[in-house]
């Protein structure tokens, strides 16, 4: 399983989320604690907000404990609102196109988690997308057509409705597989001013979720703690969606039929 961080707040350099802490995200591509693999070294990304509606990204290969050209990337970005993914996959290749985040006009997505027994129903799934969302699909991971998905639902109008809506897609074409094999949803989203969190699984185990707001409104979204302060740290409920708007923290059940 992938481990992730995301940040809402005021402008800061990247590396004082991803490389400074104690527990760090480049500390978890080595020594994860709260997933099923303690490495992820499967590639890593970065996605942040700058002065444009789009995000920009870069996405690597190499293991993120092993590449400096993300030390001096953190280091010099400066943003109100970026994301950073290391990866372990769950059978797809190694590949730039692989690597989260994903983007697609103004949003951003990554995921930790996966489909149940995914190239059974992936054929099935791929076929839902439309002209126009199937040319934007890069690589062949479930993450990448999770995000097409929800983006062709229709994310404008409510990103977490039309998550829920994907989620029952899968779940179907799943079940019609009779797949026993669990589907796992842990991710983040955002447009650039709002940043939203799923938990969900169809076994009841989904992968962790944690958020800490700070005194000042600042809010960091991870797979788990950066800091061994565990009393700051709230965990996103199983089954549920959170959203940062403004000063605002919203959190709703998920409905997935």
């Not at 991803?18 to 591509?29: G, N, V, Y």
Request: charged share 20%; with cysteine; hydrophobic share 35%.
């Amino acid at each position: 399983m992938c481990r992730w961080i995301a940040y809402r707040g005021q402008p800061v350099f990247l590396e004082h989320y991803i490389t400074k802490p104690a527990h760090s995200l480049i500390h978890q591509s080595l020594h994860a604690e709260e997933a099923k693999t303690e490495t992820n070294g499967d590639g890593f990304g970065l996605g942040w907000y700058g002065e444009r509606d789009a995000p920009g990204v870069y996405h690597e290969i190499l293991p993120a404990w092993n590449d400096c050209n993300l030390k001096s990337l953190a280091a010099q970005i400066r943003s109100p609102l970026f994301f950073a993914h290391v990866r372990a996959s769950t059978g797809t290749a190694t590949s730039r196109a692989n690597c989260h985040p994903f983007s697609a006009e103004q949003w951003m997505f990554m995921h930790n988690g996966q489909i149940g027994n995914y190239r059974q129903v992936r054929r099935r799934l791929e076929a839902l997308l439309n002209d126009e969302h199937y040319a934007l699909r890069q690589g062949s991971t479930d993450s990448e057509l999770l995000f097409l998905l929800a983006l062709q639902q229709g994310l404008d109008a409510c990103a977490v409705t039309a998550f829920e809506a994907v989620l029952g897609e899968v779940k179907r074409a799943m079940q019609d597989k009779k797949i026993t094999s669990p589907l796992r949803f842990t991710s983040c989203l955002s447009d650039g001013k709002r940043l939203f969190g799923f938990r969900c699984s169809s076994d009841g185990h989904a992968p962790s979720l944690y958020y800490r707001k700070y005194e000042n409104g600042d809010v960091v979204l991870v797979s788990e703690p950066i800091d061994r302060q565990s009393e700051c740290w709230n965990e996103v409920p199983q089954d549920h969606a959170i959203c940062f708007a403004g000063d605002k923290v919203i959190t709703r059940p998920l409905q997935v039929a």
